[in-house]
């Protein structure tokens, strides 16, 4: 398995933006996909977007969609989720996860998360 950390996450205005990150340690991080998922207090979890392990495919949940951009940097095994136009509706817990499976917009497919990283989005 791999070991992941996210980090960028903080307390913003709306209409700001954020960039965060997922790096990863351990196996051939190259050999995952790995995808995003938030979960806001009282919610269910939410996919928000994932990146194929070869970065040719990429998804976007309908919340999320044409404001934000998942990239991969493999030089540093690391997943960046540029997230613009923040809304208060975007205020969740965000997870990173990894899965070799070509499902990666399944949740039950994931076999590493990392602890999350808090986003507070304020009127």
């Known amino acids: 398995q791999v070991q992941l950390v996210e980090s960028g996450g903080g307390l913003v205005q709306a209409g700001s933006s954020l960039r965060l990150s997922c790096a990863a340690s351990?196996?051939?991080?190259?050999?995952?996909?790995v995808g995003w998922w938030r979960r806001a207090p009282g919610e269910q979890r939410e996919f928000v977007s994932a990146i194929s392990h070869t970065g040719g495919s990429r998804y976007y949940g309908d919340s999320v969609k044409g404001r934000s951009i998942i990239s991969r940097d493999y030089a540093k095994n690391m997943v960046h989720l540029q997230l613009n136009n923040l809304k208060p509706e975007d205020t969740a817990v965000y997870y990173c996860?990894?899965?070799?499976?070509?499902?990666?917009?399944?949740?039950?497919?994931?076999?590493?998360w990392g602890q999350g990283t808090q986003v507070t989005v304020s009127v």
């Open positions: 351990g196996r051939t991080f190259s050999d995952y996909g």
């Open positions: 996860g990894a899965t070799r499976s070509l499902y990666i917009k399944s949740w039950g497919e994931y076999e590493s």
